[in-house]
């Protein structure tokens, strides 16, 4: 099956255009529900909200799981001089969401912008030794709305209180083949999975096994495969591998995971998924993910489920900030799904 990069792309851009940051997940899975009924898929939700399609096949079931939650901030308490003091949810941490834009939620449904900043703020007139402080969300970072607001009174007027979702701008481009974006973690890899779904559709193929695609709405805060259902012995995370000094991993490829801050990766599985790989020709890497990185596969081995665990990604600068992968690495990761779920003989 081709790689229908334009539709990948779009696919992308669509589901990051949605905030839902975690626990903010339903514009994002009414979203995601539509076109899942486009592309003719049954599909059940979960009480918590996750989705899960089915995709044909017979023989022992496999989950093929991508997350669709996003880090971001909450409202932790209203300032005096109404700003917000906020508080991560995810994997967020100050020095990568500084200067960035936001949308604020409430709980009774009205929205508001503003953007993160350090206090104080001004360059031009702040002390030596406060510009070398370190951006922490508990002392020097806020959001500062873009409304006429004094004090706290102000902000507590327009409905904003502890408790609301804080959602940053994804800023997506794509440049030279280049993917930038905030939460190509793992919205990227989501798209990749429905891209393969729309082939399997358009070309009438079944998988060589029964097959779920799962997609989840609270791996960033490890919660988001914990419930799975009853056939599946398998589980294959689908998320990003993030580059670094010591990384094998690279934006062009496909990573196979090994191991990360958790777990080994199941060795049987991980092995088929590297055959997979070496028989269709894939680019791809073998790499170890630490020490602060864990998948959904991690989730649902922790809850108790008799099951094998691996996971597959793209190659991904800048985790958890402004990241930057490749279509050449969203490719591979298509090429080892398909080789794998296609190509190999079930067990």
């Known amino acids: 099956m081709k790689f229908d990069e334009k539709y990948c792309l779009e696919m992308f851009e669509k589901l990051a255009g949605v905030d839902s940051t975690t626990g903010q997940y339903k514009e994002l899975q009414e979203l995601l529900c539509g076109i899942l009924d486009e592309l003719g898929y049954a599909y059940t939700v979960t009480r918590k909200g996750g989705v ?136 990227a890899c989501a798209a990749v999975l429905l891209t393969l779904m729309k082939a399997m559709r358009d070309e009438g193929l079944v998988p060589n096994r029964k097959v779920y695609a799962y997609f989840a709405f609270y791996e960033e805060i490890g919660h988001g495969t914990v419930w799975l259902p009853s056939d599946v012995t398998d589980i294959l995370a689908v998320d ?40 269709a020709g894939v680019d791809y890497v073998m790499d170890i993910f630490t020490p602060h990185y864990g998948t959904d596969g991690d989730a649902s081995v922790a809850a108790g489920y008799d099951i094998r665990h691996a996971a597959i990604g793209p190659g991904t600068l800048s985790s958890h900030g402004y990241e930057r992968t490749h279509v050449d690495g969203l490719a591979n990761t298509y090429r080892l799904l398909e080789a794998y779920l296609f190509q190999k003989k079930v067990r």
């Open 52 to 187: 899960i399609a089915e995709l044909g096949g017979t023989g022992d079931a496999i989950a093929v799981t991508a997350h669709l939650d996003d880090i971001g901030l909450m409202v932790r308490y209203v300032n005096a001089d109404g700003t917000l003091n906020v508080c991560p949810v995810g994997g967020l941490y100050p020095f990568y969401c500084v200067t960035e834009n936001v949308r604020i939620y409430t709980r009774d449904g009205r929205v508001y912008t503003g953007a993160v900043c350090r206090t104080p703020n001004s360059i031009h007139v702040t002390e030596e030794e406060l510009r070398a402080t370190l951006p922490d969300f508990r002392t020097n970072v806020c959001v500062v709305l873009d409304a006429d607001v004094k004090n706290a009174a102000d902000v507590k007027a327009l409905g904003i209180d502890t408790g609301d979702m804080i959602a940053l701008e994804p800023r997506t481009r794509v440049e030279n083949g280049y993917v930038k974006s905030r939460f190509i973690d793992d919205k």
């Open 240 to 279: 990003i591998a993030p580059l670094g000094p010591a990384q094998n991993s690279d934006e062009h490829k496909v990573s196979i995971f090994a191991k990360d801050s958790r777990y080994p990766y199941h060795w049987e599985l991980t092995n088929e998924l590297r055959d997979a790989a070496i028989a």
